[in-house]
């Protein structure tokens, strides 16, 4: 399985063309949304245009998406939304968690978040790819390449009960992956370096993963 992943959209309809070239280019099985696809207004006019993407698309919503986006993925005929039950296309299985509550140097999903990720512990599998929108604590997460700003209870649920990989992004400057006790955390984050992560997930095969270069 080929996944396409990318966050912080925020709207822009340069960054959707640019998806939809990576798609062409790369031939991805799946495209994965980790929040902020929206920009608190117009979220019609970014699914009318994520509309004519002929691969399946699953999204979790970020802090810059109204509530109503989650309704969106579900009722756009090539959007799913993700939550606390797990979906498995083709061979993977993803759990997802929506929202983002962004603070000074802190970012939680929301205010009941332990109960929140709780709720997700007896879901996570090795096999399970868990899509939120902040990094881990410690993990591709350093605001301006200086401060930690992930979530420390989303740390400590992967360490504990660990997925094969975590997509998130919402940390714009911090876009790449890195390995946490042979966890994979891909913050693909759209900047003006990066154009997301395509990631080769294959049983019995290690994770390939390489982040897409913009154009220059």
Do not use: W
């Not at 902040?134 to 420390?152: T, W």
């Not at 003006?192 to 220059?216: E, H, W, Y």
């Amino acid at each position: 399985m080929r996944i396409y992943a990318v966050a912080d959209i925020h709207g822009k309809t340069e960054k959707i063309e640019r998806i939809k070239a990576v798609i062409s280019l790369e031939a991805p099985d799946i495209l994965v949304l980790a929040g902020d696809i929206t920009n608190f207004i117009s979220p019609l006019k970014t699914f009318e245009q994520l509309k004519d993407i002929d691969i399946p698309i699953f999204g979790i919503r970020g802090n810059s998406d109204l509530k109503r986006v989650e309704r969106l993925l579900v009722g756009q005929k090539n959007t799913s939304l993700l939550n606390h039950i797990p979906v498995t296309y083709p061979d993977g299985r993803f759990l997802g968690l929506n929202g983002t509550i962004p603070l000074p140097f802190l970012s939680k999903i929301c205010f009941k978040e332990t109960q929140r990720l709780d709720s997700l512990k007896h879901s996570i599998t090795p096999e399970t790819i868990l899509v939120v929108h902040p990094p881990p604590r410690g993990i591709c997460d350093k605001v301006g390449n200086r401060f930690s700003a992930g979530s420390f209870h989303l740390k400590t649920l992967i360490e504990n009960h660990p997925p094969l990989m975590v997509l998130c992004g919402h940390i714009h400057e911090q876009a790449g992956y890195q390995f946490f006790k042979n966890i994979l955390v891909v913050n693909c984050a759209m900047n003006k370096k990066f154009g997301g992560a395509i990631i080769d997930c294959s049983k019995g095969l290690p994770l390939k993963i390489k982040m897409v270069i913009n154009d220059r």
